[in-house]
């Protein structure tokens, strides 16, 4: 029986190895957390993701702990729209697309895996160019070796050199609430320099997130600092705002790798964010995850050389991570006169424009 040894058990290396699994093959994954969790924070997956799923035989048993993206598109801050999604368009020219709760999805697919090859506690140093991976607990290899690590990846060494994360400038925070009453319309506010989204999630609580323009590292007060920031937005912001606990906000500068020249070298490949980590404007980091577990997995059972993984693969994610960079530098404007212009623009633009732009990125099929 081959093996797949995945260095990471996030959502990227937990669906490879749901996938290869699913093909037949011995996996071992290696997390070095002492155990397997997600923040708390919600999640949008796309149809594309989904049909990722599906081919991993979990879409009915996420779509069962999701709720649909009711997302009604976005608005300035006194609550004007700019854009308003044909969400009704996007459902029957797409499929929906859903909002879930992060560890909703991690125990999905961390009980799809066997038990028996989750190795939590284990930090891997080092992978050398034969497959040998080097970690806390000893040594290990595989006939093909994941690297699922995340943004900051070990595996990706052994890839193609070292690569230096770059700050997008902006600053992020994400906090799940539990509103009072229920919300009206859902989506995103822009300003300038500033923005802040909320999405229903299925037990009634409300995802909430929000991205600043700031220097890397800055300090943030927390929720002082968003009630100080948003507190005066449309309802049900402020609102929203009043809700939240201290406790449940996360706070992120936003990091996104430069284009990498390949994921594969010999039978080493990457996935999710240890290949393209992305700024999350599309909402696709994770859904490009689930897509590379699939074909990865694929790729592999057929053929020992993984150079088709990378022919796949890397175009599409680069081209997503590009426009979600694109979409993020005008979401993020801050300069008075361009922030009226765009504003007017988005005003002007019909939604069918808005619905085809889409195509490139969900119509993707396993
Ligand atoms: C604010 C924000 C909002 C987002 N919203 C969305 C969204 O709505 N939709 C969407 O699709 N995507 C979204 N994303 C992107 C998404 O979160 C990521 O793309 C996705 O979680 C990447 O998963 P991963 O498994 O590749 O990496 P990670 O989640 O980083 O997992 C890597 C795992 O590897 C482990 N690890 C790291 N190094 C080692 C080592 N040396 N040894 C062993 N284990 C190791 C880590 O502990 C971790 O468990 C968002 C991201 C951010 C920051």
């Given at each position: 029986m081959s093996k797949a040894l995945i260095v990471g058990g996030g959502i990227g290396g937990l669906a490879t190895a749901v996938a290869f699994t699913r093909r037949g093959w011995e996996v071992e994954v290696l997390e070095r957390a002492e155990r397997i969790t997600e923040v708390g924070a919600g999640l949008s997956l796309w149809s594309n993701a989904l049909r990722a799923l599906d081919a991993l035989g979990l879409g009915e048993q996420v779509r069962a702990r999701a709720i649909e993206d009711g997302s009604a598109g976005i608005r300035d801050s006194k609550g004007r729209w700019l854009s308003r999604t044909d969400i009704e368009t996007v459902r029957a020219r797409y499929g929906s697309p859903i909002v879930v709760h992060r560890a909703d999805l991690l125990e999905i697919l961390r009980d799809a895996v066997?038990?028996?090859?989750l190795r939590t506690g284990v930090s891997v140093g080092e992978v050398r160019a034969d497959g040998t991976v080097v970690h806390s607990a000893g040594v290990s290899t595989g006939d093909v070796i994941v690297g699922?690590?995340?943004?900051?990846?070990?595996?990706?060494r052994a890839v193609c050199g070292e690569v230096t994360p770059r700050y997008s400038g902006y600053t992020a925070w994400r906090v799940v609430v539990t509103p009072a009453e229920p919300m009206g319309d859902l989506g995103e506010t822009w300003g300038s320099g500033e923005r802040f989204g909320y999405a229903a999630l299925a037990d009634g609580r409300v995802y909430c997130f929000a991205a600043v323009t700031a220097p890397a590292d800055r300090p943030s007060a927390g929720l002082a600092e968003l009630r100080d920031r948003f507190?005066?937005?449309?309802?049900p912001i402020p609102r929203l705002l009043a809700a939240a606990?201290?406790?449940?906000v996360l706070h992120n500068d936003i990091y996104h790798l430069p284009?990498?020249?390949?994921?594969?070298a010999g039978r080493i490949a990457l996935v999710g964010d240890a290949a393209h980590a992305m700024t999350p404007n599309l909402g696709q980091g994770a859904c490009q995850a689930l897509e590379d577990a699939v074909v990865l997995a694929e790729v592999a059972t057929r053929d020992p050389d993984l150079t088709r993984y990378d022919a796949e693969r890397r175009p599409r994610t680069q081209m997503i991570a590009t426009r979600s960079e694109r979409i993020g530098t005008v979401a993020q404007l801050s300069w008075a006169p361009a922030v009226a212009l765009r504003n007017a623009v988005m005003r002007l633009l019909p939604p069918s424009i808005q619905i085809k732009a889409l195509a490139p990125v969900l119509d993707w099929t396993a």
């Open positions: 066997p038990e028996s090859a699922a690590d995340g943004i900051r990846s070990v595996v990706r507190g005066d937005w449309h309802e606990d201290e406790s449940a284009p990498l020249p390949t994921y594969v």
